[in-house]
């Protein structure tokens, strides 16, 4: 997940000759979300739109729209630019915290490029050497944090249900359209999915990764399409990732882990990893990301790792206000995986973002008592920090990711806004328990003197007594 973290100092400095503002990911890394047409670089910013025309004039505009050349532009010149907001807050907290720009500065496909990229003109196209699709939303869970626009089973309870009534209408579908994030179901009749293949054979030799997201990418057939075209022209020098929520039923698992046996044993790429999500453990997870079976998804883990033994896995861990309590037993388990599979140069990783939206659900707006929580979550990690590979256990980055995390939760936020959006937290998950026929209080009865004051928050203030 993370290049080379030991000179951050020096990486720093060198993105900072070109300007303060200045981003590789920008021109390197790019997610394109075939399903509706929009992308972004990197995954933090919002996704902008892709104007038809630009694609019809020229595929590669799928990464090099007319929007992203303009940021390019003043990350050149110096300016800010309001997309990449969660780096500069970042980068504004006491104690030179360590933002994405300066992390993404350390990757294979960011470093080798900073010439190149440096001294480009502004409105280059580039081929990117880190390159993620979606291809449709269709999708067999519902995630807490997800919404209707990426995973169809999101989709269909919006439309049964509506959307969530909560200080402002959540999920709603009109939202959706407004912002022209509705998927484009047909997946034979996708201009964007066109433009993609037509830009595929002149992409596909420059990238160093490339990686298929959803929805599930393992329900749509785009993924199989692209894994019977790597098979029929190999690239050795490809590193091919694959998200997947692992949660498919285990037949479709098998057909996919035999293609990419295949792509492995006869070395038609350089390297295979697959991306899974998880923010907690057992029935907490399962409660978060709903849809979860957590035995099959433990059990797919332990078929892709023992059956692709150079194969890495990377656990994407979205840190949100659900993550905190138990999130031990998801560190120890991290460190028994590494035990078991890590070897022979595979990684057993896992990142820690912390969710920023939607902010009901994020860590931030916890009482004060969940900064200690998260403080001794930093210290656990940190007690079990071991960078010798022959004895893998937890690494310095990870603490460092959590210790930011717990500056992040400190900073204030507004009075008026924090009370509102507890109480969302409350409404939110009582519409949840309701739909879904899920029991918040039983899964995470150490949130409950928290759920009851986000709760009361919704009762009429007491009259205050005027003499
Ligand atoms: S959000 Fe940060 S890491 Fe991402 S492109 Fe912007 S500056 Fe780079
Ligand atoms: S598995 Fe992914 S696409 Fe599906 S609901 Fe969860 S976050 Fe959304």
Known sequence: MYGDTSNLDEVRQRLNSVSPCFCLAKWKHVTIHLLNGTNHSCYLPPPHKIPLEEIARNPS??????????????????????????CWTIEDLPGNQLSDRI?????????????????????????PAYMEVSFSSICNFKCSYCAPHVSTKWHEEIKQHGPYELSARHNDMQWVVDQGLMPIEDEDNNPYIEAFWKWWPDVYPHLKVFRVTGGEPL?????????????????????????????????????FLARVEKLTREKKIRHFKIHTSLDNFGAKAEYIRHGLDFERFQKHVHDYLTRLPQGDISFMSTFNILSVDGYERFLDWMIELREQHQK????????????????HLSARILTPDYQDKVAGLAR???????????????????????????EWMRQPLPEDQLRTLRHDFYLYFREHDRRRGTDFLATFPEMKGFWEFCRDLGKPKEPTLSL
Not at 62 to 86: A, F, I, P, Y
Request: proline letters at 6%; aromatic letters at 10%; charged letters at 35%.
């Open 61 to 86: 505009a799928l990464h090099n729209s007319s929007h992203k050349k303009q940021v390019r532009k003043d990350m050149l010149e110096g300016r800010r630019t309001k997309e990449c907001g969660m």
């Open 103 to 127: 992390v993404r500065g350390t990757e294979t496909w960011t470093k080798p490029y900073f010439d190149e990229v440096r001294r480009m003109p502004w409105d280059a196209d580039v081929f």
């Open 219 to 255: 329900l749509s057939k785009h993924t199989f399409r692209v894994l019977d075209w790597i098979d029929e022209h190999p690239h050795t020098g490809l590193e091919l990732d694959i998200n997947s929520n692992l949660g498919v039923p285990t037949p479709v698992f098998e057909r």
């Open 344 to 359: 022979n140069g595979r990684w057993v990783n896992f990142d820690i973002p912390h969710l920023t939206g939607p902010m």
């Open 380 to 406: 656990y990690i940190q007690a079990r920090v071991d960078e010798d590979r022959k004895k893998p256990r937890l690494r310095a980055i990870e603490f460092e990711k959590m210790r930011r995390i717990h």
